[in-house]
T-cell receptor
């Protein structure tokens, strides 16, 4: 079964601290993984996708097929990073996204 | 065109009533998706259109739900005989094709009382 697991509902860190948002997946085949972010009162938007292998707003994520993980990392958190983060897997030919339950990142001043 | 547009933003309805939501995708986007999000959960796939053709429906989409995209542009999602369990945020997304980013609308929040 295709599934995305985000074990933490809430992650609270202080400004300047490192951040790691965990994501594990279950998928038979070659997965395509994404991180979406939703800031307060804004729509869901793409943060990054693993095939791009790029850093967006200081965030990076590496696909680890051995551990079936796609953790999101940032070395120094900023207050403006506070948001809801969803890990997602693209499943099947329809391009539909399978989302995890999300992690709320709260960066304290 | 400022992105995917959904109307209404909020809808409160009595149990048993029918409701219809509208989604206007980004121009030229061939693919349109509907998702549902309940409290504490991530968005869950409901259905998908390639132009005007509805190509996949989730098991979540019971017989009371119907979606259309008659001219391959805007789409409507209708829920008949609403139940309290239908209360959720209904999200629409569109993409140019299979390999490009899906852009989401701000959603329609449905409350069934």
């Amino acid at each position: 079964a295709q599934r995305v697991t985000q074990p933490e509902k809430l992650l609270s860190v202080f400004k300047g601290a490192p951040v790691e948002l965990k994501c594990n997946y279950s998928y038979s085949g070659s997965p395509e993984l994404f991180w979406y972010v939703q800031y307060s009162r804004q729509r869901l938007q793409l943060l990054l996708r693993h095939i791009s292998r790029e850093s967006i707003k200081g965030f990076t994520a590496d696909l680890n097929k051995g551990e079936t993980s796609f953790h999101l990392k940032k070395p120094f958190a900023q207050e403006e990073d506070s948001a809801m983060y969803y890990c997602a897997l693209k499943g099947g030919a329809t391009n539909k996204l399978i989302f995890g339950t999300g992690t709320l990142l709260a960066v304290q001043p | 065109d400022t992105g995917v547009s959904q109307n209404p933003r909020h809808k409160i309805t009595k149990r048993g009533q029918n409701v219809t939501f509208r989604c206007d995708p980004i121009s030229e986007h061939n693919r349109l998706y509907w998702y549902r999000q309940t409290l504490g959960q991530g968005p869950e796939f409901l259905t998908y259109f390639q132009n005007e053709a509805q190509l996949e429906k989730s098991r979540l989409l019971s017989d009371r739900f119907s979606a259309e995209r008659p001219k391959g542009s805007f789409s409507t999602l209708e829920i008949q005989r609403t139940e309290q369990g239908d209360s959720a945020m209904y999200l629409c997304a569109s993409s140019l094709d299979a390999n490009t980013e899906a852009f989401f609308g701000q959603g329609t929040r449905l409350t069934v009382v």
